[in-house]
């Protein structure tokens, strides 16, 4: 019989793959023989081990949390510090990070479920290379300073977006790193997934979780006198995360005698004083508010006023005075009412007060605050005049024993010390004092003094360290 051969002849150096010419021998009984063929092997690849990533202790007594939202599905590949989800306790909200490369295998929560301390997140099959025993399975605790979740972030490459955009674009398979930001530092808004949705084709908005009023259709010939049709239903769900602990807090804080006292406050001096120190404030890359300001003021009153920067215990019968002066503000955000503070007010200058505020307010925009920014508060100031109002009557947040709301500053006539009728820029403050400790006398004093620094601000010169 003839031999029939195939072509096929390849060369390659570096001495990989060398496939000689396979001879195909064909007998007198049809049976084809398959001679040996040599210098060709193949390799199978080797799957790791599957990983129980778990929700370890995240500290402050938490037992649960929220997940808020999920940055990666079932297939996603992922690698160390990647973000992997966003979770929140009625004290933080935290994004949490993974330890391993791999490919995620399952998903153990839905959005808005409640996960358990000790309980799994998801599953992670790590590289066939992770060998050895696997390292203990553990979250970022949500007790982290400034410096650290900005080197995780830095790590982990992360794009800047609130979980509102992650959420939209995950619904619509959008990668953040093929979308262009164009909000601050690159961040990625809204408007740019829409944006990036309208240029493909067949893109699908996710539905409005809102309902509207839709009118009946019209008449066919003459016009109908019905009104709109209300097509809506009510909702009922638990109060979770935030809401879950204001309830607690709140609830706690109308224990307390509060005693009320109020005042205004002629700002006109630091009006101009702001308005001349705004531009080299800007120049340095910081916004200059009143804020920095009032809590430096309420610093310097505190030092002569002690009993206001303390605490009680529940059964009052000890007192703390508190050395350092931890002066939260009142922020309204997306998430509800958050009281971050500002640690060490005693030994800051109004431009460190300033610099401060401003990284607060942008992780409280972003629902960022960590559990370090939200806990050890020994004062309160809320600027309720921030929405539009001017008086208030506000609720001591346990275990402080004082706050006050700021109220709108108004342009308003007055009398000056001529008897002569000016313009003058003026501020009331509301204030709420634990009445088991802090009689009127005292708190009015203390007005006085933080008055005083407001309406001549060249005097908190002298008084600062």
């Excluded at 079932?74 to 929140?88: A, N, R, Y």
């Excluded at 900005?150 to 979308?179: C, D, Y």
């Excluded at 539905?207 to 019209?218: L, R």
Aim: net charge neutral; charged share 20%; proline share 6%.
């Amino acid at each position: 019989m003839r031999h029939l051969f195939s072509t096929y002849h390849y060369k390659h150096c570096c001495s990989r793959v060398k496939v000689v010419k396979p001879v195909f021998l064909l007998c007198s009984s049809s049976r084809i023989i398959y001679p040996q063929c040599r210098n060709f092997k193949t390799s199978y690849g080797r799957a790791g081990p599957v990983l129980q990533f778990k929700l370890s202790d995240i500290g402050e007594g938490i037992m649960e949390v929220t997940v808020k939202e999920w940055y990666v599905k079932e297939g996603d590949k992922v690698s160390q510090f990647d973000s992997i989800c966003e979770v929140q306790s009625d004290k933080a909200s935290v994004t949490i990070t993974s330890r391993y490369d791999g490919v995620i295998r399952k998903l153990y929560y839905d959005v808005d479920s409640i996960a358990l301390v000790g309980t799994p997140l998801v599953d992670i099959e790590t590289d066939a290379a992770h060998d050895g025993a696997p390292e203990k399975d553990v979250v970022e605790t949500p007790a982290m300073s400034h410096e650290e979740h900005t080197h995780q972030e830095i790590k982990g490459h992360k794009t800047q977006a609130t979980p509102a955009v992650r959420r939209l674009a995950m619904e619509n398979n959008i990668k953040l790193s093929e979308v262009v930001g164009t909000g601050k530092d690159g961040r990625i808004l809204k408007e740019d997934i829409l944006n990036y949705l309208s240029k493909q084709t067949g893109a699908i908005l996710p539905p409005s979780p809102y309902h509207e009023i839709q009118p009946p259709p019209p008449a066919a010939a003459v016009p109908s006198a019905v009104g709109p049709v209300f097509t809506g239903k009510d909702r009922t769900e638990p109060l979770k995360g935030f809401h879950k602990a204001m309830v607690k807090t709140m609830t706690a804080a109308l224990k307390i005698p509060h005693f009320g006292y109020c005042d205004e406050v002629d700002m006109t001096k630091l009006v101009r004083l702001r308005l001349e120190l705004k531009e080299l404030a800007e120049s340095r890359g910081v916004k200059l508010s009143y804020m920095p300001f009032f809590i430096k003021a309420a610093s310097l009153g505190l030092l002569q006023f002690p009993i206001l920067n303390a605490s009680v215990d529940e059964e009052c019968q000890n007192i703390t005075y508190k050395a350092a002066h931890n002066i939260g503000l009142a922020m309204d955000t997306t998430q509800g009412l958050l009281v971050p503070n500002v640690k060490n007010v005693q030994v800051l200058s109004v431009f460190d007060i300033a610099v401060e505020l401003n990284r607060l307010q942008a992780l409280g925009t972003s629902g960022q605050l960590g559990t370090a920014d939200l806990t050890g508060g020994t004062f309160t100031l809320s600027n309720i005049g921030s929405i539009g109002g001017t008086y208030a009557k506000p609720v001591i947040l346990p275990p402080e024993v004082a706050i006050g709301a700021l109220g709108k500053i108004q342009v308003l006539p007055r009398f000056n010390s001529r008897d002569e009728v000016v313009k003058a820029h003026v501020m009331n403050v509301s204030w709420s004092a634990d009445h088991r400790l802090i009689d009127g006398a005292t708190m009015c004093r203390f007005s006085n003094l933080w008055k005083s620094y407001l309406e001549n601000p060249a005097t908190m010169v002298l008084d600062l360290k």
